[in-house]
């Protein structure tokens, strides 16, 4: 398997630019969850889902962030209008789910994107 | 919701040197999980303990899970210069189907 999938690696924007980041999680997994790593404050998770709806938004930073599931093996979180506070690095991660085995709570975490918002 | 709070922060030792880092709740977790971010890379997920004084050991690495299911730890024997990165620990929490991580400790090595 390639492991998580996440697209762009890298983009720098201008502030009040729309950003899409995407995320392919590993096949099969039911949770998808997205994450923001800064230097301030660590890793925080954003929001994350369940057999592609939304369970948890409760870490998203405000309404210029939105994030979708519209099937089984893509996502996608948005900023519009993006901010210079918003530059961080961004993963995906996704787990096999609840299934009664141990291992299923294991997350796999994509190489992230690191975004730059000028 | 489940808190969890890591310490030390940094830890600078020289190569050969042991380190230990600690995670500890105010809350019983149901289980604790290790990750470890090399610098410019992604948590990797490096084992997850459940049981109540559980230990597990990955060649150097010892890991720890409380009697008390509150605090866990992890030892790295012997420091190689291989070891450098930032370890997590986080708590899944099933009901909720989402993990909490703490600050993590940034370990580096000097050779």
């Known amino acids: 398997d390639a492991g998580v999938i996440q697209s762009p690696r890298h983009e720098v924007t201008e502030m009040g630019q729309e950003v899409t980041l995407r995320c392919k999680p590993i096949?099969?997994?039911?949770?998808l969850f997205w994450y923001r790593q800064t230097m301030m404050r660590g890793l925080e998770l954003l929001i994350y889902f369940n057999n592609n709806v939304p369970i948890d938004d409760s870490g998203m930073p405000e309404d210029r962030f939105s994030a979708k599931m519209p099937n089984a093996s893509f996502s996608t979180l948005k900023i519009q209008p993006s901010e210079p506070r918003d530059s961080a690095v961004y993963f995906c991660a996704s787990s096999l789910g609840r299934t009664g085995t141990r291992s299923t709570d294991t997350q796999y975490f994509g190489p992230g994107t690191r975004l730059t918002v000028l | 919701g489940q808190q969890v709070m890591q310490i030390p922060q940094y830890q600078h030792v020289q190569e050969g040197e042991d380190f230990t880092t600690y995670c500890n709740s105010s809350?019983?977790?149901?289980?604790i999980q290790w990750y470890k971010q090399r610098p410019g890379g992604h948590p990797v997920f490096l084992i997850q303990?459940?049981?109540?004084?559980e230990v597990k050991k990955q060649k150097r690495l010892t890991f720890q899970f409380g009697e008390a299911k509150k605090n866990s730890s992890l030892h790295i024997t012997a420091t190689q210069t291989t070891d450098v990165g930032t370890y997590f620990c986080?708590?899944?929490?099933?009901?909720?189907?989402?993990?909490?991580f703490g600050d993590g400790t940034t370990l580096t090595v000097k050779p």
């Open positions: 986080a708590s899944f929490n099933t009901n909720a189907g989402k993990s909490t």
């Open positions: 303990l459940v049981k109540s004084g």
């Open positions: 096949s099969g997994h039911d949770y």
């Open positions: 809350t019983t977790l149901s289980n």
